[in-house]
């Protein structure tokens, strides 16, 4: 089923309620999204979390807003403000050329706040600690990057991506072209593979389904 997850929660936190709530064993997603982030979280439920997988493997779109003028460790509006910087001299020929450049196939290295193991050891919690280790880039694919509106320091843009791009990363490295640092302050992701927000329920109507209402909302793959 799909599931528009609201800001606030982790990915974790709606998986754990439909287990305790509906009192299902088996249930998992298909692709974090950050407490923050809202929009499609694909939940496999039953044997379907076979799947995890092929699902986390498909492509995704995204709605999301870069802000100009402040570089972050994590590349989010969470993140410890690493410098600020004057913005006025950048003008929407600058942006575009900026966000041109990552259209297309491109190599990313990851956020050190992420899930991406190091040693054994998670690279966020690496991150809590201060710390910071080599990371190697992986290729991606930007297949659509698109500006809807530029009122600089913001920039609202929809991006279609394979899986393993980090959004919030695209911003960090997009305001570093732009030499006055950036990061992601809005997102939510509109589709993931085949599941759109138009399938899904929110959680305050998840909240108040009974088991059965819950049944009539799987989709059966």
């Known amino acids: 089923m799909v599931v528009d997850k609201p800001g606030g929660m982790t990915s974790h936190d709606v998986v754990d309620f439909i287990r305790r709530h509906f009192k299902i064993e088996k249930a998992g997603h298909a692709g974090t999204l950050d407490p923050a982030a809202t929009g499609v979280l694909v939940i496999m439920i039953g044997k379907a979390t076979k799947r995890s997988s092929e699902l986390t493997g498909e492509d995704k779109e995204y709605e999301a807003t870069l802000t100009l003028g402040r570089k972050t460790h994590s590349g989010d509006a969470e993140g410890q ?5 004057d913005v006025s001299k950048i003008t929407e020929e600058d942006v575009r050329r900026a966000f041109k450049s990552f259209e297309g196939e491109i190599k990313q290295i990851p956020p050190m706040v992420s899930a991406l193991r190091y040693k054994g050891k998670r690279l966020y919690e690496l ?9 190697e880039p992986r290729k991606i694919h930007i297949k659509e990057l698109r500006i809807k509106k530029i009122e600089v320091p913001n920039i609202d843009f929809f991006v279609a991506c394979s899986k393993g791009t980090y959004i919030r990363k695209l911003c960090d490295d997009i305001g570093d072209k732009l030499g006055c640092g950036g990061f992601l ?10 599941f759109t927000l138009d399938k899904s329920v929110d959680m305050d ?8 209402e819950l049944k009539e909302r799987l989709i059966d793959k």
């Open 81 to 85: 403000v690493l410098f600020e910087s």
């Open 127 to 135: 991150a809590r600690k201060g710390k910071e280790v080599p990371r």
């Open 185 to 194: 302050s809005y997102l939510r992701r509109v589709r993931a593979g085949e």
């Open 205 to 212: 109507k998840l909240k108040s389904f009974s088991i059965d």
